[in-house]
């Protein structure tokens, strides 16, 4: 195995437990593991996230959820004693019956989303009433029914099907990252609006979420009265239900950095999380160079001295982002080799790097590198690349092993 990826199962779940505590007593986590557990490998983590106490895991989709079982079986977890599995990404009328045939919970909110499972349950007499998450869309205008007169629809819809229980009323917030968000304050009058309508349709969901990492990191902070988390509290009370929260980027160690007034103090959580991959490869050749020999594609990088170069067996097709490639001439990022820095030279290849390893000694055929993990992470990644370590840590194409 040329590249591979090693997850630290203690940091993990230690994550888990650190998200749990800064949510507060009695708010359960939804685990969110959507695409390869956001890199980290699907089938490493969410046995470890069960284990953890973990009683809800968020997927994208049908594909993902029918995987998440097999995997949880296969990891000797029975069928009762799983977790929930939420289908946050929305389904198709065709996945019907797969949703139902692996006890997978959809989010909906369109009558379209909700005839196709209103007829699969009709169909399979079930003799139980099929859970359904209910979205509201405050102010993204990509998932959910407004509050409002569409909201009304589908509520109407909902008390002529049966077959339909509405488990869950759940809202994504856009801004949570941002203190005070003037957005975040919005789109809470507008899910509370949402509730209203819930709860005057007869409706009494069991459960009531939003949020994600950044919003508990931030809550840390704005205690009282600002805390979107204490929102959540009343707003559940209210309606009769049990609040919950997800987490996803926290849980494998990394949240966006909190702006604006507080920010500090909100990184609190942020300084509990400990990254949870470590991304290594391995040295395929080691040669010398010489002053003005150049290195990759286009001869980016011109050594200026006598230069020991290790040749590395990771590219950009591999999630190494090709923005690690130096700037014209000078060297860019950097992987840990032996515990030691050493700089991306010339431009990264599709399955190839080349890093400079002149100062550090005994390199050679064979030895481990790290890609990403201690001495460089995904935010050292996506600041080069600009992005955020989510698209870093998820563009991650390795196979993942447990450690420890
Ligand atoms: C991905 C996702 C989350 C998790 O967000 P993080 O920022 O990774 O914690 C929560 N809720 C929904 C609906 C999501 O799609």
């Known amino acids: ?25 009695g708010i359960p986590l939804l685990a969110v593991v959507k695409a390869n557990a956001y890199g980290h490998g699907l089938a490493v983590c969410a046995p470890v996230l069960a284990k953890a106490g973990a009683r809800w895991l968020g997927v994208n989709d049908a594909e993902e959820g029918v995987a998440a079982r097999g ?24 996945e019907a019956d797969l949703l139902i045939e692996h006890d997978l919970t959809p989010v909906v909110w369109g009558v379209e989303q ?48 049966p077959g339909l229980r509405v488990e869950g009323v759940m809202t994504h917030f856009a801004s949570t990252e941002v203190a005070l968000s003037g957005q975040t304050l919005r789109q809470r009058e507008a899910f509370e609006q949402a509730m209203g309508q819930v709860t005057l349709a007869g409706i009494r969901p069991e459960l009531v979420h939003v949020g994600n990492s950044s919003m508990i990191d931030n809550c840390v902070a704005a ?9 959540l509290r009343g707003v559940a009370a209210r309606a009769g239900s049990d609040a919950m929260l997800r987490a996803g980027i926290g849980l494998y160690g990394y949240c966006l950095t909190i702006e604006g007034e507080a920010g500090d103090a909100a990184s609190l959580v942020h300084e509990q999380l400990r990254p949870v991959m470590t991304w290594k490869t391995r040295v395929l ?8 020999d150049t290195v990759g ?83 050292d990644h996506a600041r080069l690349a600009g992005t955020i370590s989510y698209e870093v840590l998820c563009g991650v194409r390795a196979e993942a092993r447990l450690v420890e």
């Not at 040329?2 to 505590?21: C, D, F």
């Not at 050749?285 to 003005?292: H, K």
């Not at 200026?304 to 590395?312: D, F, H, K, N, T």
């Not at 097709?317 to 992987?335: F, K, Q």
């Open 285 to 292: 050749a080691v040669r010398e160079i010489g002053r003005g």
């Open 71 to 94: 995997i949880l079986a296969a990891a000797g977890i029975p069928v009762e004693l799983q977790p929930r599995i939420l289908i946050m990404g929305g389904s198709l009328p065709d």
């Open 223 to 231: 205690a009282g009265e600002g805390s979107s988390v204490v929102w």
């Open 114 to 161: 909700l005839e196709p499972l209103a007829a699969a349950v009709d169909r399979r007499e079930m003799g139980f009433r099929f859970r359904v998450h209910l979205e509201v869309d405050t102010g993204m205008a990509r998932q959910g029914v407004p509050p409002g007169e569409g909201l009304e629809t589908v509520l109407a819809w909902l008390a002529t099907h």
């Open 297 to 379: 594609y286009n001869g980016t990088y011109v050594a200026q001295r006598p230069m020991q170069v290790a040749l590395l067996a990771a590219g950009y097709a591999d999630g190494l982002r090709r923005e690690l490639s130096g700037p014209s001439g000078l060297p860019g990022g950097w992987v840990m080799v032996h515990g030691q820095e050493a700089a991306v030279l010339g431009r990264v290849s599709m399955n190839l790097t080349v890093v400079d390893v002149t100062e550090i000694p005994d390199v050679k055929m064979g030895d481990a590198v790290v890609l990403l993990g201690d001495g460089i992470t995904a935010e």
């Open 1 to 25: 195995m040329k590249s591979w990826v090693e997850i630290s199962e203690e940091r993990l779940s230690g994550n888990y437990h650190a998200l749990r505590t800064a949510a507060g007593a």
